[in-house]
Structures are given as structure tokens and as C-alpha cells.
């Protein structure tokens, strides 16, 4: 198989398992299994050099270890019973339990309305319009935030690919990932879900 797997650890196990095309002209899928410890992930795609998580793109290199920003700090300490009755399944489902929407479904990834997008769980304001660009990933996507409202850490829920995650510096919200694609001045790409914003327009 074409590709290659980066050097796990001793006790890290990989295994491949073809899966049967969904109609006559896919490519053949597969299926990877990593066991790390006690702990599992799995994926799959047509081959290692095309699994993309959320917003991932070809040309992105791997980004640098994320630090966690100077921004706001934590002003909300609601449990998750209450998060879940304040926000709607889906909303409660990305922000608070770090998913992610299918591409090309959130309210946001097209829109080109002048305004300001605010954090879904706290009314943060994290992103201008005025810094969104259609980066073709099929989720909303922003070269900069709004001053430090953002921050980031280091994710590694996907073993064979650290990511740096995006959250809201003020109620710690996960919005979604930075890529190191994106256009100038910054060279970074937000790629953020719709269902953790809320435009506010101008």
C-alpha cells in the first residue's frame, strides 16, 4: 500500500482492512486501527496521503506545538447539565463535546454577510467578516480572530496527525482548528464551525 505510517510507540498496534467500494467508481477504502495502551482510534479514507480530518488540505504543513494564548480567561463555570439546556443538540455537541459538522452543511461556510461572529455559548466576539475567505474546505474559514478572544492548544486525538484546536478564550468553547495554508498577512486558516458562531451583523 502506497503511503507510510509515522514510528508509533512499542506497544502501538496498526492494522488495514479493506473496505468494499460504495458504488463501482470509488476507489478501494480502507479502514486503520490504532490500539496506543488501553486506548483506540480509528479511521478511514482511499489512502494514508488522502485521510483528512476537518478542514486538513494537502498543502497544510504540519503545524507548530500550539500554546495556549494570553487572551480572556474563563468567565463561565456552568456544568454541562446546564450547557445542555442552554444550547441546541448540535450546538452542545461541538462546543462542549469538541465535534465536528459534515462540510458544506453549517449556517456560515458561504456567507458573505458584513459582521461580526460571536462565540454561540458566551457572545464572545471571535471573528470580522472582514477576515473571512472562502478557503473551498466546505466550513467557515479566517485569517485572524479579534484580538485574543481566541486561543489554542495542542490536539492529539488523532495520533498520526497533532492538529492545534481552536477554542473561545472566555468560555472554552471548541470552535475548531488552525491550518498553516491560509492567505496573508497571516498564512493561517481558522477552519471553524458554523454551529459555534453567531453573526452578528452590521
Known sequence: MAGSVPLLPSTT????????????????????????????????????????????????????????????KSTTSLSDDEWNKRLTPEQYYITRQKGTERAFTG?????????????VCCDAPLFNSKTKFDSGTGWPSYYEPIGNNVKSKLDMSIIVMPRTEVLCAACDAHLGHIFYDGPPPSGKRYCINSASLKLKTQ
Open 13 to 72: 498496534r496498526v492494522s488495514f482492512s479493506p473496505i468494499s467500494p460504495i458504488r463501482a467508481s470509488s476507489p478501494s477504502l480502507f479502514f486503520l486501527s490504532l490500539s496506543f495502551g488501553n486506548k483506540s482510534v480509528a479511521a478511514g479514507g482511499n489512502s494514508l496521503s488522502s485521510f483528512r480530518p476537518m478542514g486538513s488540505s494537502f498543502s497544510s504543513p504540519r503545524p507548530p506545538q500550539a500554546q495556549e494564548s494570553d487572551g480572556l
Open 107 to 119: 449556517e456560515y461556510w458561504n456567507t458573505k454577510t458584513p459582521g461580526v461572529y460571536h462565540c
